[in-house]
């Protein structure tokens, strides 16, 4: 069996469990904690950081957008890339937003400082870096609603990958509660319309021992 191995709250393997789903491709998880560099995970993927795929025939793909190419590539005949060069390269530089601006900006400042932190015993959240986070998720949410007012979705005329990994971005920090839904309506909107998405529910239905989702998480309605 296909298998993926993952942490539920890092968002590069949520858009590749999406995609998996999205495709139509039975897969295996096994969820790896990357601060404890298991030996193991460090032999499939030496940097220590998930996603890493590994395929029926043995063949091993490590890394967040490598493995978001790879589904691509090697799984055509469902797409989540548009075929127009232009409109590859708008997916790509919202993809590249959320799993790097946003990242920094809003994910590792709130899902890193509140939840990581607490489960790796890193010590105790920052709370200058909280309260960065959370202005942060405000202009990023706003750009959300700026692209969904103008397109059918994020980068154009059909759902891709792009949608996607905006998506699996918000749906870390909503695990931790602070994604401020009534403040952007149609942002808001746009978020439910993935929800609704069987590839989705999935990633609804996680639950870290002790740290619980808040109660909306998983509620296709908020």
């Avoid at 393997?13 to 995609?19: D, E, L, Q």
């Amino acid at each position: 069996m296909r298998t993926l191995h993952h942490h539920p709250l890092h968002p590069l393997s949520r858009v590749a469990r999406v995609m998996l789903a999205e495709k139509g491709l039975p897969f295996d998880t096994v969820i790896e904690k990357p601060w404890e560099r298991r030996e193991d995970f460090l032999m499939l993927n030496p940097a220590g950081e998930p996603p890493v795929l590994v395929e029926e025939d043995g063949t091993v793909v490590a890394g967040g957008m490598p493995v978001l190419e790879y589904l691509e590539e090697a799984y055509p005949d469902v797409a989540l890339m548009p075929r127009e060069v232009a409109a590859r390269a708008e997916v790509r530089r919202i993809v590249d937003w959320f799993t790097r601006t946003f990242d920094r900006e809003v994910t590792e400042n709130l899902v890193g400082e509140k939840l990581i932190k607490r489960l790796s015993g890193q010590g105790h959240p920052y709370a200058p870096a909280i309260r960065a986070g959370l202005a942060n998720i405000q202009y990023h949410m706003e750009y959300i609603a700026f692209l969904s007012e103008r397109r059918p979705w994020l980068a154009g005329s059909s759902f891709t990958v792009a949608d996607i990994a905006a998506a699996a971005a918000l749906s870390c920090v909503d695990y931790v509660d602070n994604v401020p839904w009534d403040k952007v309506p149609e942002a808001k909107d746009w978020y439910a319309r993935i929800k609704s998405r069987p590839s989705f529910r999935g990633l609804l239905t996680d639950s870290i021992p002790g740290c619980p989702p808040p109660r909306h998480y998983a509620d296709l309605d908020f």
